[in-house]
Structures are given as structure tokens and as C-alpha cells.
């Protein structure tokens, strides 16, 4: 908590001063020899930052995404980075890809925007279809019992657009409506993009009716440093938080929806969905 | 008896026959000649005797060619002769029931051969050769009147080349479903009912365009049905519903240039429905050189991947063992040499902006762009069997396709280019539609 607090007064004092001076004690425990062995595996991410990011910059990322295990190796300005329990490796590599403190990432995130079509979904919604014979009643209780409202449905194939109360995660739900003997099959409403040539960039947002614009809601848990956090993911924050819960704004090098993902890695972070 | 609107069901039989012995076309189609030297379809009356027959065919220096229909024999006249003359003259005979000249009919309008240096996809032996492929067709304009849904980011059916391809109600109203509207997150208020990326209105332009530009089936008719915003996304909500409502409203041929590397249960099952209402379902694999993308992966699809203007599979396009077919998708989203040249919005879209494209017409790449053509070659032999009476299922068209497929990297299939090339013309003339085990 201590630790927390010493942090969040480092964002308020400027990244490359305030965050080498306060977090220095800490670090000390966690420093360790520059690693020889270049080549990441499966459970790290190699990162190399700008120059002149220094050392602190890096060990605070370690913290605050929980990994704290980072290991400088030999190369300049080069980290290595465990891949944590709450994303896959190429999480991980994505968000040390959206940093702006970062030249490069091995291996390289394979859902870059640059290339391949998003593969995250719609914030707050899942698809469910019933098993046969299960009633309109069943179906409304059971929706009733989390909270869930029914927002779509098409007929002819069974398949409901469930929306689910703020506090409730996609992942979570999806596991719920899993495991009840009245679904056939629960999933995430997946986005799905026209295919682009590699090396065409995306489609920059902001066009008429894009829905790219949003920001994104944060609600972080008991005693976390909602400005901290966006501090180290180079995310402007909207306003003040209340409640626990602050907007951002992507960076440039993110989608609202890369955003809400990569947040997501961070223990503080309760969840976070694409505020449109 | 002159043929007449109390024999409805006689002239409807006469003409098909005529149609199938003598290698016309479709009886809708006026003649091209008043008659004159050739043929006679003569129909004498049931007591009529063989001495009658011949009397007659003496009179008029004719022989028989052999009977149409029973009771309807074909007489060859010599040049000439004014067979409209002869045939008013034999109905009058009491021993004939009717007689009436065997009129050339064929396609009287074949479009204007494609642009080799606008559309080398179309007109070049690279390419689908599209122009020998429509003299095979009976159907006028090819691909006549089969519904093909561009399940996309919509359509521009103002566009010149396009307006009087897109379907239209029972009041001759154009159709246009848009799934997006206001809609399931944010709205797409610019553009409703109209395409605010450009996209769609490419894709819809490969397959039936006629006008300055031309599709692979420039008679059939476009439903769109959109389901992509104009950033180019969608989910699979949206695009589920817009697979389930195009078939609901009669499309046989449903595109979607659409994909991505997640499965998806949704999708998978409104694929099926769309089988089960019979459409045939034609979906991209997609462009990233990986594995075939979903939903085109599922079973039943026809998957498309994208060749190059050298016939050489195209280095994005998707591949694996659900691929079927491959087609021009091009290698170039900027050299009409190199790329897909294809109608676009005549008013400002994303990709104006983004990309710099034109009004109107523009260039595109992709497995995209590879997808209507097949979309556009199941219309043509689609139309092509209704006017034979047939009515093909979507495995059966599907089985077609890939049967009449040229190998482009030596015979058997292939993960990068399925069963091979595209070839209308084959899938046209393909004898058999069994297609067991494709």
C-alpha cells in the first residue's frame, strides 16, 4: 500500500525523476545480474527500451504489472520479462508494444494491428444459445440471477445477444453460461474485420459511425493507483477517477480495444471495457 | 390453329424444344430473324395421314429434319423462302394444327467484352477468360436474375454500373438490409442504408456489375445486406443475422469477404441455416498467409484464396486443407495491372480518405476481391440450370465449381490452391453435379 502511494506521487512528479528516486528501495530487492541468454521463450517477452529510459523504468512496469521477476541482460536497454498469469505471451508482447518508452518487443505481438484482423471482442456482451426444450421462463431467470438483460436474438437459429451488468467480465460470464446445464454454447461476440493486406495499416478511427473513438472504463480494485497505472501505459486519463473508476484514452499506438486487453494484465485493474 | 394465347402450355413446350434441338437460347429473347430460308416446326393433326405429310412437304420443296415433339416434325426449306409466308399458308391446311417458322434466338445482347487493360481478371486467359465462359451461358444477361447477397459493408445502388442490379421488392423498390443501423454498439448514422467504407461496393461490382465496368455475372441480381461498419468491422452477432436474413429473403448466393482467426459457433450455425433455405455460402479466406480464416474454414463453404495476374497463388492468401478454390484476387491495392479494378462509392467513403481512392472506380486486392468471382461463376451456373429446368442444391454448385477447377500447381489438391483456378466456362459445362467426396 505504502509502495502504492510512494508511486502514485512518482507519476505526479514526472516519469524519469520521480519513479527512479521513490522506487529505488524497492528495487534493490529485485535487481539482479544482466542475463546472458537472448533468446525469449515461451513464458518471457524480451524487451528493449528507448534509450535513456534507464533502469527504474522497466522494474516499475515489472511491479505494477505484477511480474516483478525482470532480468536486465547484456544487451542495452534490454529487459526480460516472465509472462504473467493473467495473458498469454503474446499479451504481454502487445502491451510492451503499446508502450511509447519502447523500441522493441521479441516476439513480436502476432495480432499487431498493422497486420492480422483484431481478435478481441465486444465489451459487456456474450452470444448464447439454449439447449433445446429450455424455456423462455428458464432463460429469463436464469439471465435474471446475474443480472443479464437480453438485448438481441435471432430467430431461425436460437442465438441470444446477452448484455451483461458493468461489474461482470466477458471471461467470467462466459465460463457461468458454460457450466449451466441449459446452454448449449456461450461465447464472447467476437469483432471481425474485413481482411487487409499485410503491411496496410488499419483503419485509422474516427471516420463517421467508427466506433474505434471510445475510451475505455477502468475500474480498479481497493487501493490501487487508477493515475499510476496510466502512467506506465502512456494512457491519458479522462477526467478524475471516482469510485474506482477512470477513463482513458488510448494511446496512439493502441485501439480502444487493444487497450481494454492489455489492461486487463494489470492486478489493479478489476476490469476494463470500451467506453464508446 | 396459329399459335396463340388459348395454347399457353402448346407454345411454352414448342419453344423449349425448339430451344433445346435447334441450340437456341432462352424463348424471352425476341427473334433476331423474321424467318426467312431454314427451318419449320410443323404440327399436323393427329388424323392426319402420311400421304397428307408428304403432299405437303412437296408443296413447299421441304424435307423432314426428324420430329421436335411427338407430333411436331422440323422441316428444312431451302434459302430463300419466306418461312413466316409458309407457315401462315400450312395453318390453314386442315391436316396441320399448327406450323410456325424455327426462329434463331440467342443471347442478343452479350455484353461488351471486357477491357483487357481495365479487367485483365475477367478478359485475359490469366484470368477467368469470362468472355468464353458467356457464350456458353443461355441466360441473358449471364447469371440472369439469381440473387447474390454481399453480405458486407454495404452497397452504393446508386452507382451507374450497379443500380439496375440491385434487387427490388414486389413494388420495384431497391432492397437493402442494413444490420448495422443504429445498432448493436455505436451507429453507423452516415451511411445508412449505404456503404460507408467502399468495400462492398468493390466486392458487389466483381460480381455483377454492367455498365462501363463489368462483373462475372452481369445479369444477376445484388442483395446487400450490411453488416460491417464503415471502419471495416463488424462482429459476429451482426454478421450472423445478416447471413440468416439474406437467405431468409430469397438470396441463393451468399459472399462474405469477411473473416478472422477465431472460430465461431454463431457463425457456424447460421452457415447451416443459410444451407438449409439452399443458398450457396462464399466466404474469403482471408489475407495473412496463415490458416484459412473463419467462418471460411467451416464445412460446406466454398473458401476462396487469390491468385496473382500470372496465375500464381498470391503470398497473403490464406491456406490449408479447407480451402477450396482460388481465383484473381490480384497482388497490387493500386495498379489496375496488378490489381482489381471494380466499381466504388460515387460519394465519399473511408477508403477515399484512407487510401486515396477514387470515386467510382478503384483497384483492390485480396482474397476480398477473389471471392465474388466465384460468387458471380455460381450465379452463372445457377441461371444457367434453372433455364434447364434444374434446380441445384448448394453442394451440387459447390461440387461444380470445384470439379471444373484448373489445376494451377499440378493435379490433386492443394492447401495454398484447393481444387485450383476458378474456370467458369468448365463449371458451366460440366456434364455431372454428383461432386462426391469434394
Known sequence: MAMS??????????????????????????????????????????????????????????????????????????????VGERGTQNDYATFFASLPYVAQVSPSPSQHEDSAPSSSYIPGELLVKFKAGVTQDQIDAFNAQYGVTIKGHITGIGVYQLQLPPDRSVEEMERIYKASGLVEYAEPNRRISIP?????????????????????????????????????YGMRPLGPAADGVLHLAPNLKTSPDTAARILRLCPSVQSAQVSS | ?????????????????????????????????????????????????????????????????????????????????????????????????????????????????????????????????????????????????????????????SHPDLAANIATDASGNKRFIDEVGDGVEGSDVSYHNKDGNGHGTHVAGIVAANGTILGVAPGAKLLPVKTMRSTGDGDDFTIAKGLKDAADAGAVIINLSVGGPDPSPVLAEAIAYDFSKGAVVVIAS????????????????????????????????????????????????????????????????????????SHNYAVQAGTSMATPMVSGAAALVI????????????????????????????????????????????????????????
Not at chain 1, 57 to 62: A, G, I, L, M
Open chain 1, 5 to 82: 502511494r510512494l508511486l502514485a506521487l512518482g507519476g505526479a512528479l514526472g516519469l524519469s525523476i520521480a519513479l527512479g528516486l521513490l522506487v529505488r528501495p524497492v528495487l534493490a530487492v529485485t535487481s539482479g545480474a544482466p542475463v546472458s541468454d537472448p533468446a525469449p521463450k515461451d513464458d518471457h517477452v524480451v524487451v528493449t527500451f528507448r534509450p535513456n529510459v534507464g533502469d527504474y523504468f522497466p522494474r516499475v512496469v515489472d511491479l505494477v504489472l505484477g511480474l516483478k521477476a525482470a532480468e536486465p541482460m547484456r544487451m542495452k536497454d534490454t529487459w526480460r520479462f516472465p
Open chain 1, 196 to 232: 487487409r493486406l499485410p503491411g496496410m495499416r488499419p483503419f485509422r478511427p474516427g471516420f463517421p459511425g467508427s466506433t474505434a473513438t471510445g475510451s475505455v472504463k477502468v475500474r480498479f480494485v481497493s487501493g490501487a493507483i487508477p493515475d499510476l497505472v496510466a502512467l506506465v
Open chain 2, 1 to 157: 390453329m396459329p399459335l396463340g394465347p388459348k395454347r399457353p402450355g402448346l407454345v411454352l413446350t414448342l419453344a423449349a424444344g425448339l430451344a433445346l434441338a435447334g441450340g437456341c437460347q432462352a424463348p424471352v429473347t425476341p427473334p433476331l430473324s423474321k424467318g426467312v430460308g431454314g427451318d419449320l416446326a410443323v404440327k399436323f393433326k393427329t388424323d392426319a395421314t402420311n400421304a397428307q405429310r408428304e403432299a405437303l412437304r412437296a408443296r413447299w420443296g421441304a424435307r423432314s429434319g426428324g420430329e421436335l415433339l411427338p407430333g411436331v416434325e422440323r422441316w428444312h426449306v431451302a434459302g430463300g423462302t419466306d418461312l413466316e409466308a409458309i407457315a401462315q399458308s400450312l395453318t390453314q391446311d386442315p391436316a396441320v394444327e399448327f406450323a410456325q417458322p424455327d426462329r434463331l434466338r440467342r443471347i442478343c445482347t452479350y455484353p461488351t467484352p471486357p477491357s483487357a487493360s481495365q479487367q485483365w481478371f475477367l478478359a485475359t486467359q490469366a484470368g477467368l477468360n469470362i468472355t468464353t465462359a458467356w457464350t456458353s451461358a443461355s441466360a441473358n444477361p449471364p447469371g440472369n436474375g439469381v440473387v447474390v447477397a454481399i453480405v458486407d459493408t454495404g452497397i452504393d445502388t
Open chain 2, 286 to 357: 482471408g489475407n495473412a498467409g496463415q490458416a484459412v480464416y473463419y467462418p471460411a474454414a467451416y464445412r460446406g463453404v466454398i473458401s476462396v484464396g487469390a491468385v496473382n495476374n500470372q496465375r500464381q497463388v498470391a503470398s497473403y492468401s490464406n491456406r490449408g486443407k479447407e480451402l477450396a478454390i482460388v481465383a484473381p484476387g490480384g497482388d497490387s491495392p493500386t495498379d489496375r495491372a496488378r490489381g482489381i479494378y471494380s466499381t466504388f462509392p460515387t460519394y465519399d467513403v473511408v477508403l477515399n480518405q484512407e487510401e486515396g481512392k
Open chain 2, 383 to 438: 441461371a444457367e440450370a434453372r433455364l434447364k429446368g434444374q434446380s441445384l442444391s448448394p453442394e451440387q454448385v459447390r461440387a461444380r465449381l470445384l470439379a471444373s477447377a484448373t489445376s494451377i500447381e499440378g493435379s490433386g489438391y492443394h492447401n495454398s490452391s484447393g481444387y485450383g483456378m476458378l474456370n467458369p466456362q468448365g463449371a458451366l459445362l460440366w456434364g455431372s453435379h454428383d461432386g462426391a467426396g469434394l
